[in-house]
C-alpha cells in the first residue's frame, strides 16, 4: 500500500470513530464549534497515537476501537438506564473488569469480549506488519506526552479552569443529557459537563459543608442548626432511640406495574403500613441503575439542582470531602453512626464517600461476608445481622444498609426460585418474562428483610425509628413497555411506633431524611410527655 492510501486509510478508520457514537447519539451537525470540540478528543487520541508508531492505520484502528466503545456503552446505557453516557461514567470504567457481572450482560457478554479480543488482535497484527512511515523518536513520543499533559494540568486549576467553564457555557447546554448529546455530541458532552462541574465543584462544595466535621462526636448539638440543606430543617434534638435506614436494591411495590403480579407479593410491605407506617412514592433521579444518586439525596437532602453537574453520580468527585448529612447530624448529637453494605467498599468509591458523609464505621464484605458474585448476601440474613450489630452498639446509634441481595441483571444463574411464586406469576408471554420471575423473587425476599426489621424495630422491642426505601426500580424495560408501565418513583416506608393511622405521604429522595429527623424529634416529645405524667403520678 502507498504512504498516501496508507494515510487515507487511517484519516478514514479515524473518522469512522468519530462518527458512529455520533449516530448513536443522533448527533446534528448546526454547530461549528461545538462540531470542532466533539472532534477534538479523537483527533488527539489518533494524533497522539501516529506520533508514538508513525504507523496511520494502527492508529486509526486504535481510534476507532475507542469510538466504538463509546458507542456501544452509550447505546447500552440509553436502553438498560434510560440515559446517555455522561463524564463522570468514566470512574465506573474499572468496574467494568472487577465486576463484570453488573455490567457485561447488558451490553452481551460476548459482544464486549469478541470485539476487544479482535480489536486487540488486529492492533497487534497492524502494529508489526504495518511499515512505519517514519521512524518514532523517543524525544518527540516524550514531547507530545508531556504538552498534553502539562495542558491538562493547566486546566484542570484555576484561572484556566474557570476560564474554559466560562467558555463551554456559550455553548448553551442545558443540563438535559439526551438533547445536550445530540446538539453538542458525545464526546463534547463529556467535555463540556466535567470541566464545568469541576469549575463549580469548590464553591457547591463549601456551601454545604458541615459545621466543624473535623469535631466529629465532639462537636455539639447546639452548634449544628442544619445539615446544609434547607429540606433538612432546624432545631430537636433527636431522641434516645436508634434509627435503621435501608436503602433496598431495586424495591418498590411491583404490583403497581400490572395486575398480574400476585395481590400478595409483599405481606411485610402491607403489614407495615396497615401498621400506621408514613409510606408512598419516593421520587428518585435514577432509572434501573445510578444508586448513588437516591443515596446520596437521602443521606443529605441535597437536591439535583444544587449538585449541578455532579448530580449524575456525586460518589465521582464531589463527596470526596465533608458533605452536611444526616449522619453528620446525628453524630453531633452523640450518635454512633454505621454504614453496611454486603459488598465492595470501594464500589462506587463509597470507601471515600461514606467517610466525607459523616459515618463513623463502614463495614463492607470483608466485615459482614458475602459473595462478589450473585447470588449476593441474601436480605433476610442481612436483616438479622442488622439486629444483633444494633444490640452491640446501643440504642443511640443511626445504621444505614445499603442492601445487595436483589441486584440485578436477573439470570438463571441466579438463586433458586420460589416454587410457590412459580405457581402464582406465570411469564409466559411477557418480554423478559423469566428475569421478572427472578426479580420478584427476589423482592419476595426484599420483603422478608423490612418484616423483620420492622418486627425487631418496633414498640414492643427497640422501640427506634425505621426508613425502608428503593433505590430505583429495576432495568426491566421490555416487561414494563409490555404492561405500558412507564413510571421512575420507588417505594418508602417509615415507622417508629408511634403512629396509629397510616399516612399516605409522597415525597422527592431529598425530603426523606427531614421526615426520619421529624420522627425521633415525636418520639423524644412522647417520651419526654411520658416522664413528666409519671413523675406528677
Known amino acids: 500500500m502507498s504512504e498516501p492510501l496508507q494515510a487515507a486509510a487511517g484519516a478514514i478508520l479515524a473518522l469512522l470513530a468519530w462518527l458512529i457514537p455520533r449516530r448513536v ?250 401498621e400506621g407506617a408514613t409510606s408512598g412514592r419516593l421520587d428518585v433521579a435514577g432509572w434501573g441503575a445510578n444508586t448513588m444518586r437516591a443515596e446520596f439525596a437521602v443521606l443529605t437532602g441535597i437536591t439535583d439542582q444544587d449538585l449541578g453537574y455532579d448530580r449524575f453520580n456525586p460518589y465521582h468527585a464531589f463527596a470526596r470531602a465533608p458533605i452536611a448529612s444526616l449522619a453528620w447530624r446525628l453524630r453531633a448529637e452523640g450518635y454512633r453512626t454505621l454504614c453496611l453494605h454486603p459488598f465492595d467498599r470501594g464500589f462506587f468509591h463509597r470507601d471515600l464517600a461514606m467517610p466525607a458523609l459523616g459515618f463513623d464505621a463502614f463495614l463492607g464484605r470483608e466485615s459482614l461476608g458475602g459473595p462478589r458474585r450473585p447470588p449476593y448476601f441474601a436480605d433476610p440474613e442481612l436483616a438479622r445481622r442488622v439486629l444483633a450489630i444494633l444490640d452491640e452498639a446501643g440504642p443511640r446509634t443511626f445504621i444505614f444498609v445499603i442492601t445487595m441481595g436483589n441486584h440485578g441483571p436477573w439470570l438463571e444463574s441466579g438463586a433458586p426460585i420460589d416454587p410457590a411464586l412459580r405457581r402464582r406469576f406465570d411469564p409466559h408471554g411477557i418480554p423478559q418474562g423469566g428475569q421478572l420471575l427472578r426479580y420478584l423473587d427476589g423482592l419476595t425476599r426484599s420483603d422478608e428483610m423490612l418484616e423483620i426489621l420492622s418486627e425487631g424495630l418496633g414498640p414492643r422491642r427497640r422501640d427506634g425509628v425505621f426508613g425502608f426505601y428503593g433505590d430505583h426500580l429495576p432495568s426491566l424495560p421490555h416487561a414494563f413497555a409490555h404492561f405500558g408501565f412507564d413510571e421512575w418513583a420507588s417505594d418508602y416506608v417509615v415507622l417508629d411506633g408511634a403512629v396509629t393511622h397510616p399516612r399516605r405521604l409522597d415525597l422527592p429522595a431529598h425530603l426523606l431524611p427531614q421526615l426520619l429527623l421529624d420522627r425521633l424529634r415525636r418520639r423524644d416529645a412522647i417520651e419526654t410527655r411520658r416522664a413528666e405524667a409519671l413523675g406528677a403520678a
Open 25 to 274: 447519539a443522533k448527533a446534528r451537525l448546526r454547530c461549528l464549534p461545538a462540531v470542532l470540540l466533539d472532534l477534538f478528543p479523537v483527533l488527539l487520541a489518533a494524533g497522539l497515537l501516529l506520533v508514538a508508531t508513525g504507523r496511520p492505520i494502527f492508529a486509526g484502528l486504535v481510534a476507532l476501537s475507542l469510538g466504538a466503545g463509546l458507542a456501544l456503552a452509550d447505546h447500552t446505557k440509553r436502553e438498560a438506564v434510560r440515559e446517555p453516557v455522561v463524564f463522570s461514567d468514566m470512574s465506573e470504567l474499572p468496574h467494568v473488569f472487577t465486576h463484570p457481572q453488573l455490567y457485561l450482560p447488558f451490553a452481551g457478554p460476548g459482544l464486549v469480549i469478541g470485539g476487544t479480543l479482535a480489536a486487540i488482535g488486529l492492533g497487534i497484527g497492524l502494529l508489526v506488519l504495518e511499515p512505519a512511515l517514519w521512524r518514532p523518536g523517543a524525544p518527540s513520543v516524550l514531547l507530545a506526552t508531556a504538552g498534553v499533559w502539562a495542558a491538562g494540568a493547566v486546566l484542570a486549576r484555576e484561572p484556566a479552569l474557570g476560564r474554559a467553564a466560562k467558555l463551554l457555557r456559550r455553548l448553551e447546554p442545558t443540563g438535559e443529557p439526551f438533547g445536550d448529546a445530540a446538539r453538542l455530541g458525545p464526546f463534547a458532552i463529556l467535555l463540556v459537563y466535567g470541566i464545568i462541574a469541576r469549575a463549580e465543584r469548590e464553591a457547591r462544595r463549601r456551601r454545604h459543608a458541615p459545621p466543624d466535621a473535623a469535631a466529629g462526636p465532639a462537636t455539639t448539638a447546639a452548634s449544628v442548626r442544619s445539615i446544609g440543606a434547607a429540606a433538612i430543617g432546624r432545631a430537636g434534638a433527636a431522641a434516645d432511640a436508634p434509627l435503621v435506614l435501608v436503602q433496598c436494591e431495586s424495591f418498590f411495590d411491583a404490583r403497581r406495574a400490572s395486575p398480574r403480579i400476585p395481590e400478595d407479593l409483599l405481606p411485610g410491605f402491607d403489614a407495615c403500613v396497615d
